[in-house]
């Protein structure tokens, strides 16, 4: 079995700066993949921002340039840092992660979210 455990989200004002994380643990052979997600009050979920295995980054047009996702391979943690926050940033922020387990299964795994609330 897998967990992912987010952390780091909260309140804070418009052009101000966060950084949350999400660890994974349990049974992991490997991480194909890391991401995240957010889903605003009454919308869709949306991708952030993901990071393969070998390191590439992938960005919602609408946070290129202020957020970066980076991968602890080690601590099998990954990050995003935000910065320059916007009203619009506010959501639930959900880690998601692609893993493969010892043998040949493979499956995809959701965190519980972070609330990030952006206002004055």
């Known amino acids: 079995q897998v967990q992912l455990v987010e952390s780091g989200g909260g309140l804070v004002q418009p052009g101000g700066s966060l950084r949350i994380s999400c660890e994974a643990s349990?049974?992991?052979?490997?991480?194909?993949?890391m991401a995240w997600y957010r889903q605003a009050l009454g919308k869709e979920r949306e991708l952030v921002a993901s990071v393969s295995s070998d390191e590439i980054t992938n960005y919602a047009e609408s946070v290129k340039g202020r957020f970066t996702i980076s991968r602890d391979n080690a601590k099998n943690t990954v990050y995003l840092q935000m910065n320059s926050l916007k009203p619009e940033d506010t959501a639930v922020y959900y880690c998601?992660?692609?893993?493969?387990?010892?043998?040949?299964?493979?499956?995809?795994?959701w965190g519980q979210g972070t609330q990030v609330t952006v206002s004055s």
């Open positions: 998601n992660a692609v893993i493969r387990h010892r043998g040949s299964l493979v499956r995809m795994y």
């Open positions: 349990g049974s992991i052979f490997s991480i194909y993949s």
